[in-house]
Nanobody, 118 residues
Framework: QVQLVESGGGLVQAGGSLSLSCAAS????????MAWFRQAPGKERELVAA????????YYADSEKGRFTISRDNAKNTGYLQMNSPKPEETAVYYC???????????WGQGTQVTVSS
């Protein structure tokens, strides 16, 4: 069973930086995608960034391009989201997710709260 454990959330000032980590365990293949989603109170969950684990291809939501960076460390089975210059409106619970045998995100972490103060 795949397990994802996020860490690194907290309070950050707008314009600062924060790094999130997602430790993955239980995988038997490296051909999958890992992504970061976020959900603010009263809003739908939205995709922030994704990475193809085997090849390192990345995808970013338009609003995050140039400020956030998704990466992974194969040796540690850990994915990261570096958040630079976050904005108060990006305050949310951030979730790490991974695909299973298809392109559906079957596996989810417990979420980590990120609060961006103005």
């Amino acid at each position: 069973q795949v397990q994802l454990v996020e860490s690194g959330g907290g309070l950050v000032q707008a314009g600062g930086s924060l790094s999130l980590s997602c430790a993955a365990s239980g995988r038997t293949s490296d051909d999958y995608a890992m992504a970061w989603f976020r959900q603010a109170p009263g809003k739908e969950r939205e995709l922030v960034a994704a990475i193809r684990w085997r090849y390192g291809n990345t995808y970013y939501a338009d609003s995050e391009k140039g400020r956030f960076t998704i990466s992974r460390d194969n040796a540690k089975n850990t994915g990261y989201l570096q958040m630079n210059s976050p904005k108060p409106e990006e305050t949310a619970v951030y979730y790490c997710a991974a695909t299973g045998s298809s392109t559906v995100y079957d596996y989810w972490g417990q979420g980590t709260q990120v609060t961006v103060s103005s």
